[in-house]
């Protein structure tokens, strides 16, 4: 039984989201500076302003209303200005020069004792943060089982133990990285065939803990030990989801596996239950967790989502759900549940319709222009609240999945995308050849992703500009820093571009971070050329220049 099954996917996925501007603004006035400030970052990093405030709901007045920000004072007209809004209205106008690295490696299925080890390593090649697999208390040697939990009091699975989790916050903190946690809130372990009660955990784990109590009271993060974490009376009716399209089946029933499967006992949102859930998050947050990913958030109702994370438990960390739909705008998969989750939340998701678009512009035949600018035709979230991938770790791992797979070299020149676009917050999948491809393994450490994520740390902030376009090739700049080449087909293609009226340095070399090879623009009809199969990602070789 896989954790994260989910039958409902068609073939493609697109749909937009224009939610985000709001709480991500209102996140930045009420709290971004403090923030950055109490997420321990060390002194050489620069003030990295990542949205996470303390109070997300509590919305700044001028973004209700613009006018709101003059203050009538008097009946004769005159107006006292708000200088805290004011103040956050200035900090709001600066964001964007204080954007720093926001790749995330998802060091999936990494032992916590490995992350820790390579956190220099992790931090050299470009990456802001690091997304580890669930911890907490779970069983069994494969990857899927991470994601049935036992209990949560504690952190101890072969991925390591609390220690082992505190340790590599310490490596990860100490080397500027921030820590990311994945967590499974929607259900609990599938034990049906051992058992046939709904404690958790069971009661053979319970004397386990009895048996060797000094050991279990250093894993504790929270409560007794000696008792139950959950029963019968925390779980959401025993009844499997059959129909994709039900919303209170997906988000009440239980994840089956089928042919009989008991399936993932669903959690309630009972006070007992949201009460033991804000403890555990709490306590990874005072371990240094200073985001969440929310696995099968779409199996969890927004008023579900919401008592678990109340304002004082969203203070301060990067939260994003996994909402896997099949469809954009329009669509039933799109509007059950991931319209709903963005416009219900202030948190982030993984971009599954950029990911459709991705599909789409590479598949055989496709046509690229699909990612001219697929916010505006809403085949992406908004940046600020975008998770980005050419992969997921579901994708090789899961049989249901395994057709989103992209060709190797088309899944290269998408990341050349996804890391030479501007904005959403890059998510990069590295394994241990779980799924036996043999693709990801130790990905994270690839030359060439190294070389692009070099470029997008470069280019944070730069504004986006479609160069050129043509159903086999995409040319776009990064403000006068960059410029992005990807042909995916098979002949090289020249472009010309018109450089009279852009801002491309001219007499000023661009050095692609792949090949090395160089651009110099000397004319205003300039022309590029892009091999066959392959991107570019040219970026301004500041040494060498004073323009
Ligand atoms: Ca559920």
């Excluded at 990807?486 to 792949?514: H, M, P, Q």
Aim: glycine residues 6%; charged residues 20%; neutral net charge.
């Amino acid at each position: 039984m896989r954790s994260l099954i989910d039958s409902s996917l068609p073939a493609s996925f697109f749909g937009p989201n224009m939610h985000a501007d709001e709480p991500h603004q209102a996140r930045l006035c009420e709290g971004a500076l403090a923030t950055a400030a109490i997420q321990g970052r060390s002194p050489s990093q620069p003030l990295i302003v990542e949205y996470d405030c303390s109070n997300a709901h509590q919305r700044p007045a001028f973004l209700n209303s613009a006018s709101s920000m003059l203050a009538p004072a008097n009946r004769s007209g005159s107006v006292a200005v708000n200088y805290k809004t004011l103040l956050c209205l200035v900090l709001m106008l600066c964001a964007p020069r204080l954007l720093t690295a926001q790749a995330i490696l998802h060091a999936f299925n990494w032992t916590y004792a490995e992350v820790a080890a390579k956190a220099p390593e992790i931090k050299a090649l470009g990456y802001a943060s690091v997304l580890v697999s669930p911890p907490l208390k779970s069983e069994g040697s494969a990857w899927w089982a991470r994601y049935q939990p036992q209990d949560y009091r504690l952190i101890d699975s072969p991925l390591g133990n609390t220690e082992d989790f505190r340790a590599m916050a310490a490596q990860l903190s100490s080397n500027g990285l921030q820590l990311y946690a994945d967590i499974v809130v929607n259900h609990m372990a599938n034990e049906a065939g051992q058992r046939p009660d709904l404690n958790y955990p069971g009661q053979r784990v319970l004397d386990r803990y009895a048996s060797n109590s000094a050991y279990y009271e250093r894993q504790r993060l929270f409560g007794d030990l000696r008792e139950n974490l959950l029963t019968a009376a925390d779980f959401h009716e025993a009844r499997c989801i059959s129909d994709y399209n039900n919303v209170f089946q997906v988000q009440n029933w239980r994840l089956c596996g089928g042919a009989g499967d008991a399936g993932l006992p669903d959690l309630n949102d009972h006070n007992r239950v949201v009460a033991q859930q804000r403890a555990y998050l709490q306590a990874l947050k005072d371990l240094g967790v200073s985001g969440f990913r929310i696995d099968a958030a779409k199996h969890m109702s927004p008023k579900q989502l919401a008592r678990i994370f109340t304002p004082d438990i969203r203070a301060g960390v990067f939260v994003f759900g996994e909402v896997i739909t099949g469809a954009g705008v329009g669509d039933t998969g799109y509007s059950l549940y991931l319209a709903p989750y963005l416009a219900n939340t202030d948190h982030s998701a993984y971009d599954f319709p950029l990911h459709s678009a991705l599909r789409r512009g590479f598949a055989f035949g496709g046509d690229l222009r699909v990612l001219n600018d697929p916010l505006s035709n809403g085949q992406a979230l908004q940046s600020a609240r975008a998770v980005t991938f050419t992969v997921t770790h579901d994708m090789p791992n899961n049989a249901i999945f395994r057709g989103q797979i992209l060709d190797p070299v088309d899944e290269t020149l998408a990341y050349a995308y996804v890391l030479g676009r501007q904005g959403g917050r890059p998510l990069l999948y590295s394994d241990h050849n779980e799924s036996g491809d043999r693709r990801w393994q130790d990905a994270y450490k690839r030359p060439d992703l190294r070389a692009m994520l070099h470029f997008h740390n470069q280019t944070l902030g730069e504004d986006q500009y479609q160069l050129a376009s043509a159903p086999c090739f995409l040319m776009f700049r990064r403000g006068a820093k960059g410029v992005v080449g990807i042909n995916k087909c098979g002949s090289a293609v020249d472009i010309e571009i018109n450089a009279n009226f852009d801002k491309l340095s001219w007499y000023t070399t661009y050095r692609d971070v792949l090949s090395g090879a160089q651009i110099r623009i000397d004319r205003r009809d300039y022309r590029i050329t892009i091999p066959a199969r392959s991107a570019r990602l040219w970026l301004r070789d500041d040494r060498k220049t004073a323009d």
